[in-house]
């Protein structure tokens, strides 16, 4: 019998279970935890600078409405894209609210509107996590998002590419380098492999309709080396992970929160029990890397 490996811990938009999601504060608390990898989900603002925000539009996370009345679209909302950095800086980041604007979506992490939490860019979070790498002197990678490209090409940004430079400028270019580059779209993913090579680590994200037969997960196995699958598509086991590993892809699912519990789980230990002990995925987003590092140290 061989022995088991570890799965990697992603901290999902950093330690966003105790800190607002996104921030510089919370990634930082999340290397310090040791997360073996951070997130960043990449959009562009008006200006094209390349901004860590996970949605398009800033109402759930900022107070954009209060700050800038009137500069929101006919449906409503206020996007990045209609911002300059330097607007996007002025704003304060908070817990993410509910979308019918009832209170926060998660109502025992850090407290709402409150604090001074700040956007800002996908270089500003390289150079802190390159800094964090040297200072301490352990490795956390990096796992940025393609954000939406199909609405970044229709406002005439091609963030596909920029994210891709930005990150081989700090030296991400192999897997050796530390780091995954992850998206929705498989047509972007198709593209950034053509233009950028095979040596770029890509990850096929899945929603919960994906088709995930063992023909499907072939061809992805084309263009990238894993998928991201919720946990709703691995759990109950249908054989996701079984046909994953048919086709030699990494399995990575998400999103692992103590405080929302898929259904058939009563405890944080039996979700992270079952896809750890029981499927052996390859890693995990969370946005609890202290519990789940916690469970791996006590499985040894």
């Known amino acids: 019998m061989t022995e088991s490996r570890n799965p990697v811990v992603i901290a999902h938009r950093g330690a966003s279970g105790y800190l607002p999601e996104h921030t510089l504060p919370g990634k930082a608390l999340a290397h310090g935890m040791g997360a073996d990898f951070l997130e960043q989900d990449v959009v562009a603002s008006s200006d094209g600078q390349l901004v860590v925000f996970h949605d398009l539009h800033l109402d759930q996370l900022t107070d954009v409405a209060r700050q800038f009345p009137g500069r929101g679209r006919p449906d409503g909302r206020y996007y ?106 498989a047509e972007e993913l198709r593209r950034v492999r053509a233009r950028f090579g095979g040596d770029v680590p890509l990850i096929q994200l899945l929603d919960e309709t994906a088709d995930v037969s063992r023909e499907a997960l072939a061809a992805v196995t084309g263009y990238a080396q894993g998928i991201g699958p919720p946990i709703s598509l691995a759990w109950p086991d249908r054989g996701l992970v079984s046909r994953a590993r048919e086709s030699e892809l990494l399995i990575h699912p998400y999103t692992f929160r103590a405080d929302e519990l898929p259904a058939g789980f009563g405890t944080f230990t039996e979700l992270l029990a079952s896809f750890i002990d029981v499927l052996e995925v390859d890693g995990l987003f969370t946005d609890f890397p202290d519990l789940v590092i916690a469970h791996i140290r006590k499985r040894g």
């Open 80 to 185: 990045c894209i209609d911002f300059s950095l330097k607007e996007l800086r002025t704003l304060t980041v908070t817990e993410r609210q509910r979308k019918d604007g009832s209170g926060p979506r998660f109502p025992a992490r850090f407290p709402a509107k409150t604090g001074s939490f700040r956007i800002h860019t996908l270089e500003e979070e390289l150079d802190l996590i390159q800094g964090l790498n040297r200072s301490t002197g352990r490795r956390a990678g990096v796992y940025a998002e393609i954000k939406a490209p199909g609405w970044h090409t229709r406002h005439q940004f091609g963030l596909g590419d920029r994210l891709l430079e930005t990150l081989q400028a700090f030296g991400y270019r192999t897997t050796a380098d530390g780091f995954f580059v992850q998206c929705f779209c």
